[in-house]
């Protein structure tokens, strides 16, 4: 398994790290055998294998069922799992009480948090022994204030990102996520951080990169952001499931070769 150890390492010596955004068992299976560095449990779960509207409809127990899918799919790989809305920054109370439950049930290597605002949600939770990675730039439990668009895109807005990029680690981040801000202050923010910070449209100079495992594939999805690149494509799925119904339609499948060939009926007087 990569140890937080060995991502500080490849950060140091200048090898990108690998990670991909996974929900379930198969999916966190082939990433391990892909060899990625590491796996994020996502919230965006809920649009892309539950069907909601966006993350704000995702539970603390939709991130533990599928975490512990992940963890079972991908037992050697660093797993990172999203703490989702209302669950942390709203209540100081609730805060270690949710991120201690999902910590404890998921066996995650570390959780995120999104925003600028957690320092002290980071520094508590370190203080217990939970690492944390932090999200900065687009968060996607807060487009609905802030919208799917570029971040950090003035001056006045890049200073700040660079300002809360460097209160995260101070305040314990063990990792930072940028998202969708420009390349440039990307590779600023990644020079003057010494944690691994792993970029999504943030251009190649940070020290690793995330991409959504049914983005890259071409799985179910109907549009993908500027910054997905896909490298196969599962939408063929479809035609499989198609030729399917047809073979089941016209009595071709299930063929001999499907088929138990053992004769039990000559064996049984049905009248009785």
Known sequence: ????????????????????????????????????DMILVGDSLGMTVLGYESTVQVTVEDMIHHGKAVRRGAPNTFVVVDMPIGTVG?????????ALKLYQATQANALKVEGAHLVSFIQKATRMGIP???????????????????????????????????????????LLVLEAIPSDLAQVISQQLTIPVIGIGAGKETDGQVLVYHDLLNYGIDRQAKFVKQYADFSVGVDGLKQYDNEVKSGEFPSEAHTYRKKIMSEVDIND
């Open 90 to 98: 709203v209540c100081d109370e609730d805060d270690l009480k949710y």
């Open 132 to 174: 944390i990675v932090s999200h900065l730039g687009l968060t996607p439990q807060s487009v609905g204030v802030m919208g799917y668009k570029l971040q950090g895109g003035t001056k006045e807005a890049a200073v700040q990102l660079i300002e809360d990029a460097k209160a995260m680690q101070e305040a314990g981040a063990v």
């Open 1 to 36: 398994m990569k140890t937080l150890s060995q991502l500080i390492k490849m950060k140091d010596e200048q090898t990108k790290i690998s990670m991909v955004t996974a929900y379930d068992f198969p999916s966190a299976k082939q990433a391990e055998q892909a060899r990625i």
